[in-house]
């Protein structure tokens, strides 16, 4: 199939996009609460609150404030929050419940352009909360050097690597019962044990080799890392290889799995 | 009203003209004036000429569709010309869903051949279906967004200009009759509103065949005849419009020609009053007995008609004359209890091709 359409030129999978993004507008206010105030509430109460009392009795964790060591790990969880929250529900919605992808392909648009504009739609969210979450880290003084910045596609790298799998996973279900299983056994013992909150090498032995595997553990370092200003290139390497050959995976997997389900 | 949708469709009739004209016309048919994108459609659509000089909008040759071993569409062939409404009648379950589906080329045809608009929905789905208008059986309407933002999003997918898509879609609320409601919310809108809103968001891409799957299952009588009207007047401003049905009343006012379809095959096609004229008599005397006691003793009324079909609850008598039989019945002194002669429709014309009824 050609790419152009005998209406207009511009790329199907912007076209679906567009959807998404048009669609944000009724949703954007409640949404702008969860971007912008809950990083502030989580930096105010696990850095200013529990940090105080962390660094009256360990002074430092890494060598640096426990504030200054957990901004960064919570924005690689945000961003795995978001990149969930994005590929579960509303991937479900647009397959059963408003029928959205079915409408989608009853014009130019093919099966490709729907999941590409999709995941476009999901990056783009991932985008704004990390760009709100650094925003907010420098404003508390936590960002050290220009590597911040790169923490922002470091932040969308984290929440792809799970928005793709899960989008592959969600395009297979009849139900949402899934959905919440995700969330109990994934990311809420990803969200705590995942270096967050405190380093890996503080679990015990034959659990660390075990969270170096999730995706979380490699977002949150290289997010660290990168904020801090201490990141090495070959470590930095070694975390977004990682995130991008789960994000390709879950691509490929979502290919397979979007196809299978609406192309019958 | 009228007016508003003559101009908005006439504002499409020369796109129609260039690119779906471009089917039977002349290699070298003349270049109509328009717009750089419009020039290059005309190149498009002067290679689709080359390639398959098609007549008809849609051709299929023995076209099947398989869903594992079951085996929904079973070898079924049919022309649909430019400008008719085409129908396929057929109880739930005949296979019309999946043939809608193949010619709206969401799926793919697992035998025989496929041609819409002269090109192969295998090759070409992206450029069919930027040509077509489909009213899928189940509404797929986004119940979040309001009523004129569900026509702006979907023109959007078609690369229509934002301007252009709110032009057309103030044209088309006022069509489907809901301009009042433009800027609600869909989800409380009634059955048949979502309907005809579903049907305007089909002709924001001013498609050259509009696709209609079931389109008034589930309505209520008003809200049928209401929808009935604005396909009728679709009709008369030259769309061409494919439906699906179960409902022989809507196949025999809206279908200038149909199929009927059973158990995924053709069981006879033609106009609804060809079909009635080959399988049926022109009238239908229907009678209905007290008991089945009754109604087996009066069997030999048969012997007058052309065909007798006895059904639980009531006995048919096929004849050009029924007041005839009707008459004799009560010389006999067989006292239905009651007794009617009626015109025969494509209800006979199924139940005669098949022994069945079409909506169970």
Same mark, same amino acid.
């Given at each position: 199939m050609t790419r152009a359409a005998r209406d207009g030129a511009r790329p199907l999978w912007l076209r679906s996009l567009g959807y998404w993004a048009f669609r944000y507008k009724r949703t954007w206010r409640s949404s702008m609460t969860e971007t912008f105030v809950e990083p502030?509430?989580?930096?105010?109460?696990?850095?200013i609150g529990l940090g105080t009392l962390v660094d009256h009795h360990v002074h430092q964790v890494q060598g640096v404030s426990y504030l200054a060591f957990v901004g960064p790990g919570l924005l690689a969880s945000a961003a795995m929050q978001v990149g969930v929250s994005e590929s579960t529900y509303p991937v479900m919605g647009a397959l059963k419940w408003l029928k959205t992808y079915e409408a989608m392909l009853a014009t130019p648009l093919r099966v490709v352009d729907v999941l590409r504009g999709?995941?476009?739609?999901?990056?783009?969210?991932?985008?704004?909360?990390?760009?709100?979450?650094?925003?907010?880290?420098?404003?508390?003084?936590?960002?050290?050097?220009?590597?911040?910045?790169?923490?922002? &596609?470091?932040?969308?790298?984290?929440?792809?690597?799970?928005?793709? &799998?899960?989008?592959?996973f969600s395009a297979t279900q009849e139900k949402d019962a899934a959905f919440s299983v995700i969330y109990r056994f994934g990311v809420v013992p990803l969200f705590l044990f995942s270096g967050v909150f405190f380093p890996i090498t503080r679990l015990p032995g034959w659990l660390q080799p075990l969270a170096q595997v999730t995706p979380l553990y490699h977002g949150v370092a290289l997010c660290r890392s990168l904020v801090l200003g201490d990141a090495s290139l070959a470590d930095s390497i070694g975390h977004a290889a990682y995130l991008v050959a789960l994000a390709a995976a879950g691509y490929a997997a979502a290919s397979a799995t979007y196809r299978r389900r609406l192309v019958v | 009203m009228a007016p508003t949708l003559r101009s908005f469709l006439g504002t499409r009739a020369p796109a129609a003209e260039v690119t779906g004209g471009a089917a039977p016309g002349a290699p070298d048919a003349p270049h109509v004036a328009a717009a750089d994108?419009?020039?290059?459609?005309?190149?498009?659509?002067?290679?689709?000429?080359?390639?398959? &000089?098609? &007549?008809?909008?849609?051709?299929?040759?023995?076209?099947?569709?398989?869903?594992?071993?079951?085996?929904?569409?079973?070898?079924?062939?049919?022309?649909?010309?430019r400008g008719e409404c085409f129908g396929f009648l057929g109880p739930n379950g005949a296979g019309k869903t999946s043939t809608m589906r193949m010619i709206a080329c969401m799926s793919p045809v697992s035998g025989g051949t496929l041609r819409v608009l002269g090109m192969d929905p295998a090759i070409d789905g992206t450029k069919i279906r930027a040509r077509l208008g489909l009213v899928p059986q189940e509404d797929s309407l986004d119940l979040e967004l309001t009523v004129l933002d569900n026509l702006v999003v979907y023109a959007r997918y078609f690369d229509v200009p934002r301007a252009d898509a709110r032009r057309r879609a103030a044209d088309l609320l006022e069509f489907a009759q809901l301009s009042e409601r433009a800027h609600d919310r869909v989800e409380p809108l009634s059955g048949g509103m979502k309907r005809r809103l579903t049907i305007a968001r089909a002709l924001m891409s001013q498609p050259d065949l509009m696709i209609l799957d079931e389109p008034t299952t589930g309505l209520d009588p008003q809200a049928r005849h209401l929808l009935w009207d604005r396909l009728y007047r679709l009709k008369q401003d030259g769309v061409t419009l494919v439906v699906t049905t179960h409902y022989m009343e809507e196949a025999e006012q809206l279908c200038d020609r149909l199929v009927i379809m059973d158990h995924g095959r053709i069981a006879a096609h033609g106009t609804p009053r060809e079909l009635v004229e080959r399988y049926v008599t022109r009238e239908v005397v229907e009678l209905r007995f007290a008991t089945a006691h009754d109604q087996a003793a009066a069997l030999p009324l048969g012997e007058l008609a052309r065909r007798v079909e006895v059904l639980p609850d009531r006995m048919l008598l096929y004849a050009d004359d029924g007041e005839q039989i009707l008459a004799e019945a009560e010389r006999r002194g067989w006292s239905p209890v009651s007794g009617l002669v009626r015109r025969a429709t494509l209800e006979d014309v199924f139940l005669r091709l098949t022994g069945r009824s079409l909506v169970d």
């Open positions: 502030v509430l989580y930096l105010a109460a696990m850095g999709h995941l476009a739609w999901i990056v783009l969210r991932l985008a704004t909360v990390s760009c709100a979450f650094l925003g907010t880290l420098a404003a508390f003084g936590l960002t050290r050097s220009w590597e911040a910045a790169v923490a922002l &596609p470091a932040g969308v790298l984290t929440g792809v690597a799970f928005a793709a &799998p899960i989008a592959a | 994108d419009r020039a290059a459609d005309d190149r498009a659509a002067a290679e689709e000429r080359a390639v398959a &000089p098609a &007549p008809a909008l849609v051709v299929a040759r023995g076209l099947v569709k398989r869903f594992g071993r079951f085996t929904a569409v079973d070898g079924v062939s049919f022309e649909i010309a």
